[in-house]
């Protein structure tokens, strides 16, 4: 017996009870509707996917080549096509994820308009975005089942009880699109107390997972520029703190974290740390600060020191009211951050890097599983990486350390398409393409993520369309470039109708009303050129 079955018969006793006032409800139909809804609260949805991370993460200790990948989305739509996609190609939803993007939050769902990643847009867009993604997941999952739905009655009224048998086995079997989401929550909007309120309300939306980083929040820097400035531990672990209690609160018991540490790339602090002992949590923040050693007679106006095995140390501070880092300490600093984030209540890491290397990742993430064996990380396969000339500086290195003549090639200048076709960059491509499976394999890395892929990608094809368009192709440009690769390719947003779901509306046209519904789907609506 299937849940689909079991409503129809719970349906069924219960109009019996209900008496003739309830001669217009037919129990199949609100068996459809409920299966179409099997979602009902943001909760639930937190609850189910926080399971399938869970048991992902357990997949992944046992197996490393069963990692996981997500590409970011802005925008509810966006999200639904990508998961259609994967039904599509792939037959399955399983180990893929939503990346939601603060970067693309910023840029493209502010009502202040485009702005840079650095937690100015409202916090609110980012619950909301949660919100709508998973809105248009389960529209897709109502869809879908309403072409099973309209198979079903089709066989039955042809008679067919092999096709009934196969298609009411795939309405049992359902997978749903509905899948993980990681969440940016930046550096958590504000102090620990408004970090707690936003997560809440992301957790609520149905965010199992939720990623924050070790930046200061009112100086947020996107990742992948200049002048990040983080906290001290301590300062960080209230808010991973915060977090978990947004997620107990809200009874996800087991809600993932995701830390991320900026500090490879970040060579300033706020603030320095509290310290009470020599080589407590603190006094290892301070010490990758970069002093100089001074006298009390040279103590200035104003000076901060630090005293430390009885010398005392000035910290060099910036115009800004910054303090510096010494340069080089930034992979120690990663490593350290990491194995206190795991101690303090983090489930997953996320080391912020320069360049997609797996040696440098493997070196770092070799460090924290001393400490800490099964650390995982989350990594950025990200678009402000060019990954053509970093993958052809490396295989350049490759060559030459393997003694191969690298004479016809200019390391400072290979992204040159003369080089497309050359040994040096089919291994580069090569390299690439294997990137996500040799940096679980090696690296520790159980999600790959690219955090804002549709962005790119909308920005190029609507490239593509308004220059022929606009151009000499006129019309042309749409038919062949979109619509016919749409029919020829199975795109579901040819019946763009259907899409929106005039479908389902006529279905429950019917349920409602019967044979005095007024439907849109009749002979003369235009979305039957597409049969």
Not at 52 to 61: A, G
Not at 130 to 157: C, K
Not at 241 to 254: M, S, W
Not at 338 to 359: M, Q
């Amino acid at each position: 017996m299937t849940d689909y079955q079991d409503d129809i018969i719970a349906i069924r006793a219960l109009k019996e009870r209900n008496g003739a006032s309830w001669d217009a409800i037919d129990p199949e139909s609100v068996a459809r509707m409920r299966a179409q809804n099997r979602f009902r609260t943001g909760l639930e949805i937190a609850q189910y996917t926080a399971d399938i991370m869970r048991r992902d993460m357990t997949e992944y200790d046992a197996d490393s080549s069963v990692y996981t990948q997500s590409l970011g989305v802005w925008h509810g739509f966006i999200g639904q096509q990508k998961l259609i996609s994967i039904k599509k190609h792939l037959k399955s939803t399983n180990k893929r994820y939503l990346y939601l993007s603060g970067w693309m939050v910023a840029a493209l769902r502010s009502e202040f308009g485009p702005l840079p990643d650095q937690s100015m847009h409202e916090k609110t867009a980012v619950p909301a975005l949660i919100e709508e993604l998973y809105t248009f997941l389960r529209q897709a999952d109502a869809r879908e089942l309403d072409l099973l739905f309209t198979r079903l009655d089709d066989a039955r009224a042809a008679g067919d009880e092999t096709a009934v048998e196969f298609i009411q086995s795939q309405i049992d079997n359902y997978e749903t699109h509905v899948v993980p989401i990681i969440a940016d929550i930046d550096a958590g909007f504000g102090n620990p107390e408004a970090t707690y309120l936003l997560a809440k309300k992301m957790i609520e939306a149905g965010a199992c997972a939720i990623q924050i980083e070790n930046q200061v929040s009112d100086e947020k820097q996107c990742g992948h520029q200049d002048g990040k400035v983080t906290v001290p531990h301590e300062d960080f672990i209230a808010k991973l703190t915060a977090v978990r209690y947004a997620f107990l609160e809200l009874g996800i018991d087991n809600g993932v974290i995701v830390a991320r540490t900026d500090s490879l790339g970040a060579g300033l602090t706020q603030k320095l740390a509290v310290t009470n002992e020599p080589g407590d949590l603190g006094d290892q923040y301070n010490a990758f600060l970069d002093v100089e050693e001074i006298s009390e007679s040279q103590l200035g106006n104003g000076d901060v020191v630090i005293k430390r095995d009885g010398k005392l140390l000035r910290p060099k501070r910036l115009a800004s009211n910054l303090y510096q880092f010494r340069p080089g300490t930034g992979e120690a600093r990663c490593v350290l951050d990491c194995i206190t984030s795991l101690r303090n209540g983090a489930d997953l890491l996320w080391i912020e890097t320069e360049k997609p290397h797996v040696d440098q990742i493997a070196g770092m993430v070799d460090a924290i599983r001393e400490e800490i064996p099964n650390a995982k990380l989350v990594y950025n396969n990200s678009p402000s990486f060019n990954w053509t000339l970093n993958f052809r500086q490396q295989a350049y290195d490759q060559l030459a350390q393997e003694g191969k003549d690298v004479s016809a090639y200019d390391r400072g200048d290979l992204m040159s398409v003369e080089y497309d076709d050359t040994e040096l960059a089919r291994l580069a491509d090569e390299k690439i393409r294997t990137f996500q499976r040799d940096g679980s394999a090696r690296a520790g890395i159980f999600h790959h993520l690219i955090t804002l892929p549709t962005y790119h990608t909308a920005a190029l094809s609507t490239d593509d369309l308004a220059k022929g368009y606009f151009g000499d192709e006129g019309m042309l440009a749409y038919v062949k470039g979109v619509q016919r690769r749409e029919i020829r390719e199975g795109i579901a947003t040819v019946k763009h109708q259907n899409m929106a779901g005039s479908d389902i509306g006529d279905n429950h046209k019917e349920y409602f009303a019967g044979e005095a519904a007024l439907k849109a789907g009749g002979k003369d609506n235009t979305m039957n050129q597409f049969n």
